[in-house]
């Protein structure tokens, strides 16, 4: 582990110890690295098992129970059915890969802004902009997933060659 990665351990007391600080944190604390951008990984004191997704799973479940959401009851509902198909990678890089996009786009509008009354400006009177920008983000991710869908039929049917398949509309 480099000495830019900190490490906070996991007690089975279920307390967070960071050894950087020597100090006991809480998952507060964790998620106030996580908005300052800190590289840490978090281990199970006794068995030295990773458990930093575990962890910010936890950060945003209680993000998630107060305030306003993110996520839709449908959208996890619908997550969770990808678990165990055979999507379920590809839903990740697709998710990871419009997150990493959407981060860029927000760092661009940003940089440009001398303030955050000009971000809020730009997003009340730049309706249409935002519109636009949504409708070609939105056409992107479907041409996404039917490349992927697309590339998913073709494996398919290198695997099953000796089977018949109906093409297209034909049956």
Excluded at 70 to 89: C, D, H, K, T
Excluded at 141 to 162: C, D, E, L
């Amino acid at each position: 582990m480099t000495e830019t990665q900190r490490l906070i351990k996991k007690y089975p007391n279920r307390r967070l110890y960071d050894t950087r600080t020597s100090a006991y944190i809480t998952l507060a604390d964790i998620k106030e690295l996580v908005l300052q951008h800190e590289n840490f990984t978090v281990v199970d004191a006794k068995t030295g098992d990773d458990l930093t997704r575990a962890i910010l799973l936890q950060i945003i479940l209680e993000e998630e129970s107060g305030g306003v959401p993110i996520f839709s009851s449908e959208v996890l509902s619908q997550m969770i059915r990808f678990y165990g198909n055979a999507m379920q990678s590809v839903l990740g890089q697709y998710l990871e890969t419009n997150m990493k996009a959407f981060v860029d786009f927000q760092k661009k509008m940003q940089g440009n802004s001398n303030s955050s009354d000009l971000w809020s400006q730009f997003l009340n009177f730049q309706g249409p902009a935002m519109q636009t920008l949504m409708s070609t983000y939105m056409d992107q991710s479907q041409k996404m997933v039917q490349n992927m869908q697309s590339q998913i039929q073709t494996q398919a049917r290198s695997i099953f060659q000796g089977m018949n398949f109906p093409q297209g509309g034909k049956g």
